[in-house]
C-alpha cells in the first residue's frame, strides 16, 4: 500500500515543492512505497526558479511540478492522504494553512522552514538559502522514511513526526 503524503505552504512555490521533491526522490532510492504530493492554501500559480534549480542540482526529476490548490486533494477522486505536512515558518508569524482533508483524517504535523525566498544577498543569497533549506527538509525525509509506516498506528505515527519536528 502506497503512503501518499501532502506537503503544504501557503503559496506552494518553495519549500513545499522542495519537501515533495525530496520525498519522492528518496523514496524512490530507498525503495519506499511513498508518495509525496504538495499543495498550498493560495496557490502563487508557478514555481520558485530557485526551487526548481536546487532540486535539479540534487539529481530530482521536477517534470510535473506546478504549484496547485489544496482544493486538488478533497476531492473523491485525490488520493488517500496518510500524512499532512505543513512547512511555513510559524515564527516568522506567517498564515499556514490548515487542512480539513476530504477522505479520512490523515495525520498532521507542522515542520517549519523560513521562507528562503526572504533571503537577503542577491541571487547568490537566494540560492545559498534555498540549498540549505533543501538540506534541512532532505534532513527530515529522510528521517520519515525510516519509520516503519506500515506498522504504525495514527497516535504512534503523531508522535514519531512531532519527534522529527524536534530535530
Known sequence: MTIHVLILCTHNSARSVL?????NHLAAQMGKSVTAHSAGSAPKGQINPFALEALH?????TNGYRSKSWDEFTTSDAPPLSIVIT?????????????FGGQGQPVKVHWGYPDPSNAEGGVEGKRRAFELTRQAIAYRMLQLLQLPLDSLDKAQL?????RISQS
Open 19 to 23: 519537501a515533495e521533491g525530496m520525498l
Open 57 to 61: 542540482a540534487a539529481g530530482v526529476n
Open 87 to 99: 512547512v511555513c515558518d510559524s515564527a516568522a508569524a506567517e498564515a499556514c494553512p490548515v487542512f
Open 158 to 162: 503523531q508522535q514519531a513526526l512531532v
